[in-house]
Nanobody
Framework: QVQLVESGGGLVQPGGSLRLSCAASGFTFSSYAMRWYRQAAGKERELVAGIRSIRSSFGSSTTFADSVKGRFTISRDNAKNTVYLQMNSLKPEDTAVYYC?????????WGQGTQVTVSS
């Protein structure tokens, strides 16, 4: 079965960095777009970053929410079936549960989430 397992969350001071990982299994990882979402307490889930599959006509291009552009990067290692979210210059407003998502035609799976807390 499809599994997405996030890791790498934790407590970090403002200005610090974290790298989230999402290990995927149970599907052809390289064929699907991968996305990171986040949900802060009392707020709706929002898309943070996405990376297309190698099958996309755009290649493995990336997209980011305006709030994280220039601070976050997303990458994927298709050999390891893993997608990463490198988060730099973290701000308190980045505090949220971060979720990994695998997306395609009639295909939409989520991980369990990992908590990121940015606080001094």
């Amino acid at each position: 079965q499809v599994q997405l397992v996030e890791s790498g969350g934790g407590l970090v001071q403002p200005g610090g960095s974290l790298r989230l990982s999402c290990a995927a299994s149970g599907f052809t990882f390289s064929s699907y777009a991968m996305r990171w979402y986040r949900q802060a307490a009392g707020k709706e889930r929002e898309l943070v970053a996405g990376i297309r599959s190698i099958r996309s006509s755009f290649g493995s291009s990336t997209t980011f929410a305006d709030s994280v552009k220039g601070r976050f990067t997303i990458s994927r290692d298709n050999a390891k079936n893993t997608v990463y979210l490198q988060m730099n210059s973290l701000k308190p407003e980045d505090t949220a549960v971060y979720y990994c998502n695998a997306h395609g035609f009639s295909f939409d799976y989520w991980g369990q989430g990992t908590q990121v807390t940015v606080s001094s």
